[in-house]
Every structure is written in C-alpha cells, then in structure tokens.
C-alpha cells in the first residue's frame, strides 16, 4: 500500500498502514529464524505461530482499512479528531484490540519459549 499513500484521502493512516507491513513482515522473518530455538510443545508453537501470522498481518490490514475508510477508531493516529462513535469505529477498535491483545500473548509465549530452552 505504499504507492497508495498519496492516493488515499487519509495519507497518514495509509504511511502508518505501510509501516506497520514493513515492520510486522521484518518481525516475522525475525520469529522465524528464533523459532528452532523455542522449546515448545508442537501445539503451543503451531499457535503461536498462528498468533504472529494474525497479529502482524491484521495489525496491517486493520491500519488499512482505516485509511480507506476514515474510520480510526479509539486510537486515532493521523487525525484530531475526537475518536468516532458510529459502527466503523467500533469495528476498528475492536480489530486494534484484538491485535495488541494477540500480539501481547505472543510475546509471552515466545518468552515461556525461551525461558524454557534455556533452563
């Protein structure tokens, strides 16, 4: 999406949902070569793979859809107004929430991961 940055009407929103992809993808390049150094069960690695896949690509499309929309959400990053109480902010919202929540219990089971390896 970053050659729709100027395109959009909502241009911040857009460069923030093309950072989130670059950053996300190069996170996940990062999961990968840590992941054989994980000592985790084959369920637990299977879901928290699938947690870093959700996490990272929803946290892009979710930004993306924000700026095609213009809805933001209860964080509104490029804009000032107030955050919106109609049905497309609380779908953003929600989507946010369920990233950084999803994000978070990646995290900790990448730590649990690596607490357990090296003990």
């Known amino acids: 999406n970053g050659f729709l ?3 959009l009407p909502h241009g911040h929103q857009t460069l923030a949902a093309h950072l989130i992809g670059l ?6 390049i990062a999961l ?3 992941w054989p150094n994980l000592a985790q069960e084959p369920r637990t690695s299977r ?3 699938l947690l870093g896949i959700y996490g990272f690509c929803a946290g ?3 930004n993306f859809v924000a700026a095609i929309t213009g809805h ?4 509104p990053i490029s804009t000032s107004l107030t955050p919106g109480k109609g049905l497309g902010d609380l779908i953003i919202s929600i989507g946010l ?3 950084a929540l999803t994000l978070l219990l990646l995290s900790v ?3 649990r991961g690596l607490l357990r390896a090296r003990s």
Not at 72 to 75: T, V
């Open 5 to 7: 940055i100027h395109l």
């Open 23 to 28: 950053i996300g993808a190069g996170l996940l």
């Open 32 to 34: 990968a070569s840590l």
């Open 47 to 49: 879901a928290a793979a």
């Open 60 to 62: 892009w499309f979710v």
């Open 72 to 75: 933001f959400g209860l964080f």
């Open 97 to 99: 929430i369920s990233v």
């Open 109 to 111: 089971l990448i730590v």
